[in-house]
């Protein structure tokens, strides 16, 4: 038997690319579905979201929640709270913003910075690890993790995805290997 698939590296050409990346992770988010999304400012955690709300249905407009701290949206099927902590300056916080119930229950949740919250924060089911790539300005590299029974369905779903029909701009990524896009 095959061990469950927990990670995948992918190269992201550009912010399109991620945005591939967010449509081809759509169809695994659902009810209760939570994805941290780590890496340094600007690396795309937002774009992404914009990105994977876009392919949920959503048509309005995606706030960056830097200030607000959470942006609720209404989906046809759930709802989704996207949240961002970069401002929180302890672990407390989340808990005293009362975000407990929205992380982790029936809705999903999207978390920007989740390390600033500390260990406290529910475990999600997927964890993607931007970062820049060398000196190109809009290429990423992503690290997409599985935490959960659901999050490896999620990846190996989308291996499958990326095996038959790589989105334009999304490429593996081995750590060994130089970066080479699709
Ligand atoms: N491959 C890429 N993926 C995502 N964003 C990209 C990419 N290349 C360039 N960008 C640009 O980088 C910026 C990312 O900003 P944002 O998503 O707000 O970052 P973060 O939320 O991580 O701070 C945007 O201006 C976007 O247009
Ligand atoms: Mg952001």
Not at 41 to 44: A, D
Not at 85 to 92: A, G, K, L, V
Not at 114 to 121: D, N, Q, R, T, V
């Given at each position: 038997m095959h061990a469950a698939l927990s990670e995948i590296s992918l190269l992201l050409a550009d912010e399109s690319a991620t945005g591939h990346l967010a449509a081809a992770l759509?169809?695994?988010?659902?009810?209760?579905f939570v994805v941290f999304l780590s890496g340094d400012?600007?690396?795309?955690k937002t774009a992404f979201t914009r990105a994977l709300l876009r392919a949920l249905g959503h048509t309005g407009r995606v706030r960056?929640?830097?200030?607000?701290?959470a942006e609720p949206y209404n989906l046809s099927r759930f709802d989704l709270y996207h949240f961002d902590?970069?401002?929180?300056?302890?672990?407390?916080e989340w808990r005293d913003a009362g975000f407990e119930e929205s992380i982790g229950g029936d809705c999903a949740a999207v978390v920007e910075?989740?390390?600033?919250?500390?260990?406290?924060?529910p475990a999600p089911d997927l964890w993607l690890r931007l970062r820049t790539a060398g000196d190109d300005a809009s290429s990423r590299i992503v690290d997409v993790l599985a935490h959960s029974v659901r999050g490896q369905t999620c990846l190996s779903a989308l291996s499958d995805t990326l095996a038959r029909a790589a989105p334009a701009g999304v490429g593996c990524w081995a750590p060994s290997a130089p970066p080479s896009s699709a």
């Open positions: 759509a169809p695994c988010v659902g009810p209760g400012l600007g690396t795309g960056s929640p830097t200030f607000t701290l902590f970069y401002r929180f300056s302890n672990e407390n910075w989740p390390e600033l919250a500390g260990p406290g924060l």
